[in-house]
C-alpha cells in the first residue's frame, strides 16, 4: 500500500489544519486506517485511528479538537484538526494496517507547524 500525505503547513495557534491521505489499494475498505506523529527525538504517537467500520480511536491530546473520517470510495482519510496548540507541532505520518493480515503501512510524512 503505497500511503500519500498532503495538507500540512504553518498554522497559528488557535487555527485549523485538515490532512489528507490516499491510499493506493482497492482493498482499502479492509484497514484500519490512522494517524501517528512524530517531534524529533521522540517516538511516534498515536493521534487517531479509524477502523473498517468507522469506529474511531482518538489520543486525549486530540479529544475534542481533531477529527478523523474515511471516505471509502476515494480511499481517503482525513484528519481535520482545530484549536492548534504549538505542541502540535509535528511529522503527522498516515498509517494504515489491515485488519485480517495484520501487515501494516506509512506514509512519508508531512510537517506541520503551529506557530504564531
Known amino acids: 500500500v503505497q500511503l500519500v500525505e498532503s495538507g500540512g503547513g504553518l498554522a497559528q495557534p488557535g487555527g485549523s489544519l485538515r490532512l489528507s491521505c490516499e491510499a493506493s489499494?482497492?482493498?482499502?475498505?479492509?484497514?484500519?486506517m490512522g494517524w501517528y506523529r512524530q517531534t524529533p527525538g521522540n517516538q511516534r504517537e498515536m493521534v487517531a485511528t479509524?477502523?473498517?467500520?468507522?469506529?474511531?480511536n482518538y489520543a486525549d491530546s486530540g479529544k475534542g479538537r481533531f477529527t478523523i473520517s474515511r471516505d471509502g470510495a476515494k480511499s481517503m482519510v482525513y484528519l481535520q484538526m482545530t484549536k492548534l496548540k504549538s505542541e502540535d507541532t509535528a511529522v503527522y505520518y498516515c498509517?494504515?494496517?489491515?485488519?485480517?493480515?495484520?501487515?501494516?503501512?506509512w506514509g512519508e510524512g508531512t510537517l506541520v507547524t503551529v506557530s504564531s
Open positions: 498509517y494504515a494496517r489491515h485488519e485480517i493480515y495484520d501487515t501494516t503501512y
Open positions: 489499494r482497492s482493498d482499502f475498505v479492509l484497514y484500519t
Open positions: 479509524v477502523s473498517r467500520t468507522g469506529t474511531t
